[in-house]
């Protein structure tokens, strides 16, 4: 007969059960240790700095589109927003792609064109080209509910940094990581839709005002099929597929559409508004400042919308050093930091490692969760560097 306090041999060594044993027996701390123990040892850090990234796949694009993804996230953190170094094809979309959320993105090299098909009101939606392409020393948000697609202009390939929240305030929804040497396409035909689709009223409304998106998220977290949610509004279950795929023939009345947004407690008002930064465009593009003066710090790209994306942009001058402050409110947010050019030594201060000295160059990312942060920089060589923070506190409301 066995201990009592001895876990069931049958078990395997290094599985959940194995893992729930010990939580039983042991408590969290002692469950948590042994995690740790065959977890990688990143895992363990509560900063991280990513040198080289991952290939990774654009859940919301298609091979045909000419874009290829690495992700710079720090794997097994479950961060709330995907950091993609991409590179863009010069081949012009004639599709549109949407997703709700967040997008921002910068060009580091060659030119970048965005097309939206959009309406600001007062008109029918039309498709609407960047008048002018974006470059390097140029950044972009925007509303990427309403459909756009990217790639670039003229003849060269582009690459740019693109950061990415989703709705659900994780990655899966916008790329996943893939080992090396596994390929894999996700087929969404119905994340790419054409002019000629989105011309119609019933379609365009519930794709770029994020009803289907809305609705469709809202009945997964709920557990519901769309057999019962359609049962539950007295509803048909293909209307209800239709309307979630913002397909054709998805012309629903607004009783019906007000009956599911009740039984899946959606504000309505968020709904039925398509508003973003302003009535004329879809985006908001800045120049990023060239400044050489010592420390400057600019806010960039803060809009009146509530968003979780702060976007800082920092200038070093070769020899200074920066000393830091926490410029946020909420010690729990999420921080990444994104070398744009040079050489520095970052200072990250860890709760429970300690302070660290990691030397870090152009074209890597530093992450810093659970109260860690840079707290020094010192540039080796003149440094610009752009700060993500994510948090729903806003510094310049």
Same mark, same amino acid.
């Given at each position: 007969?066995?201990?009592?306090?001895?876990?069931?041999?049958?078990?395997?060594?290094?599985?959940?059960?194995?893992?729930?044993?010990?939580?039983?027996?042991?408590?969290?701390?002692?469950?948590?240790?042994?995690?740790?123990?065959?977890?990688?040892?990143?895992?363990?850090?509560?900063?991280?700095?990513?040198?080289?990234?991952?290939?990774?796949?654009?859940?919301?694009?298609?091979?045909?589109?000419?874009?290829?993804?690495?992700?710079?996230?720090?794997?097994?953190?479950?961060?709330?927003?995907?950091?993609?170094?991409?590179?863009?094809?010069?081949?012009?979309?004639?599709?549109?792609?949407?997703?709700?959320?967040?997008?921002?993105?910068?060009?580091?090299?060659?030119?970048?064109?965005?097309?939206?098909?959009?309406?600001?009101?007062?008109?029918?939606?039309?498709?609407?080209?960047?008048?002018?392409?974006?470059?390097?020393?140029?950044?972009?948000?925007?509303?990427?509910?309403?459909?756009?697609?990217?790639?670039?202009?003229?003849?060269?390939?582009?690459?740019?940094?693109?950061?990415?929240?989703?709705?659900?305030?994780?990655?899966?929804?916008?790329?996943?990581?893939?080992?090396?040497?596994?390929?894999?396409?996700?087929?969404?035909?119905?994340?790419?839709?054409?002019?000629?689709?989105?011309?119609?009223?019933?379609?365009?409304?519930?794709?770029?005002?994020?009803?289907?998106?809305?609705?469709?998220?809202?009945?997964?977290?709920? #557990? !519901?099929? *769309?057999? $019962? =949610?359609?049962?539950?509004?007295? +509803? /048909?279950?293909?209307?209800?597929?239709? &309307? %979630?795929?913002?397909?054709?023939?998805?012309?629903?009345?607004?009783?019906?559409?007000?009956?599911?947004?009740?039984?899946? #407690? !959606?504000? *309505?008002? $968020? =709904?039925?508004?398509?508003?973003? +930064? /302003?009535?004329?465009?879809?985006?908001? &593009? %800045?120049?990023?400042?060239?400044?050489?003066?010592?420390?400057?710090?600019?806010?960039?790209?803060?809009?009146?919308?509530?968003?979780?994306?702060?976007?800082?942009?920092?200038?070093?001058?070769?020899?200074?050093?920066?000393?830091?402050?926490?410029?946020?409110?909420?010690?729990?947010?999420?921080?990444?930091?994104?070398?744009?050019?040079?050489?520095?030594?970052?200072?990250?201060?860890?709760?429970?490692?300690?302070?660290?000295?990691?030397?870090?160059?152009?074209?890597?990312?530093?992450?810093?969760?659970?109260?860690?942060?840079?707290?020094?920089?010192?540039?080796?060589?003149?440094?610009?560097?752009?700060?993500?923070?994510?948090?729903?506190?806003?510094?310049?409301?």
């Amino acid at each position: 007969m066995g201990q009592p306090n001895s876990p069931d041999r049958r078990k395997k060594i290094r599985s959940i059960a194995w893992l729930a044993d010990i939580y039983f027996r042991d408590g969290s701390d002692a469950a948590r240790t042994a995690l740790e123990a065959v977890s990688p040892g990143d895992l363990l850090q509560n900063y991280l700095v990513v040198r080289r990234g991952e290939h990774a796949l654009r859940t919301h694009a298609q091979q045909r589109d000419r874009i290829r993804y690495q992700s710079f996230n720090p794997p097994l953190w479950g961060w709330p927003y995907s950091i993609l170094r991409v590179r863009f094809d010069p081949a012009e979309k004639d599709r549109f792609m949407h997703h709700g959320g967040e997008e921002v993105l910068l060009p580091i090299e060659g030119s970048v064109c965005y097309h939206f098909f959009w309406s600001a009101g007062r008109s029918k939606p039309m498709r609407k080209v960047l008048p002018t392409p974006l470059k390097p020393g140029s950044i972009i948000r925007i509303d990427p509910q309403i459909p756009h697609h990217t790639w670039a202009a003229g003849e060269e390939p582009a690459e740019a940094w693109m950061i990415i929240r989703d709705l659900t305030d994780g990655t899966a929804g916008t790329h996943l990581d893939l080992p090396l040497g596994v390929n894999l396409e996700v087929h969404t035909p119905r994340r790419q839709l054409t002019s000629k689709e989105l011309e119609q009223s019933e379609r365009y409304a519930l794709v770029a005002w994020g009803i289907a998106e809305k609705i469709r998220l809202s009945r997964l977290r709920a #557990g !519901l099929s *769309i057999r $019962q =949610l359609a049962t539950a509004c007295q +509803i /048909d279950a293909a209307q209800l597929s239709r &309307i %979630e795929n913002g397909s054709s023939s998805s012309n629903v009345s607004l009783e019906v559409l007000l009956r599911i947004a009740r039984c899946l #407690g !959606l504000e *309505i008002q $968020q =709904l039925l508004s398509g508003e973003f +930064i /302003d009535k004329r465009n879809p985006f908001k &593009i %800045e120049r990023l400042n060239q400044t050489r003066k010592a420390g400057v710090v600019r806010s960039v790209l803060c809009i009146p919308q509530r968003h979780y994306l702060h976007l800082d942009h920092w200038t070093v001058p070769e020899g200074e050093t920066l000393n830091l402050k926490e410029d946020r409110g909420d010690p729990d947010a999420h921080r990444s930091w994104i070398v744009l050019r040079g050489e520095a030594i970052f200072d990250l201060a860890d709760p429970i490692s300690g302070t660290t000295r990691e030397l870090v160059d152009r074209d890597s990312v530093i992450h810093c969760r659970n109260h860690a942060g840079v707290t020094s920089i010192r540039a080796l060589q003149s440094l610009r560097l752009l700060q993500i923070t994510y948090s729903p506190r806003c510094s310049d409301a």
